[in-house]
């Protein structure tokens, strides 16, 4: 009886705090190479403007907004952009390409506060972490804090009602 050999080469990268595979083969009895995945900026929904905004993030946060971000671009289809009214550190969240309406909300990096000024603020009182702001004495828009998991549920739900409401 012959044993069968098969080499795995695994290639990892330290970014941001998380592993991530950059790439890997598998080399088989024949010697020959198949590869097996690689990581591609393509598959990143991070553009490096983005990247360099979180950077700005307080480090004790980054990974929960950064994983938010990526949630909302994989569950809800959202677009992210930077602000393009200068330098300032926030993030923009679109709806889908094809869905009426400007941004869903506007997640603000130096505090976590997530700004839904499109949503009716009689609908925060459907959250418990929700909360409506108030200007001049009138109220005027609805968020939520980043603060931790039960927070971040609830702006994902958030978001999903948002848009459940322009389609």
């Known amino acids: 009886m012959s044993a069968l050999s098969i080499t795995l080469n695994i290639n990892l990268t330290l970014a941001d705090g998380e592993l ?4 890997a083969d598998v080399v088989g009895p024949t010697g020959g190479v198949a590869v097996v995945a690689t990581a591609t900026e393509a598959t990143d929904p991070m553009s490096p403007s983005l990247k360099a905004l979180l950077a700005r993030a307080p480090r004790v946060h980054v990974i929960r907004y950064t994983r938010f971000l990526e949630r909302c671009v994989e569950q809800v289809e959202a677009q992210l952009a930077p602000p393009e009214s200068g330098d300032r550190a926030y993030v923009n969240i679109n709806p889908p390409a094809g869905v009426r309406g400007a941004r869903l909300a506007a997640l603000t990096l130096s505090s976590g506060r997530l700004a839904f000024h499109g949503m009716a603020p009689e609908r925060a009182g459907d959250w418990s ?23 971040v549920e609830q702006a994902m739900e958030m978001l999903a009602h948002e848009l459940e409401n322009r389609q």
């Open 129 to 151: 972490h929700a909360e409506v702001v108030n200007i001049n004495g009138e109220p005027t828009y609805v968020r939520i804090y980043l603060h931790d998991d039960e927070h």
């Open 20 to 23: 991530q595979v950059t790439s």
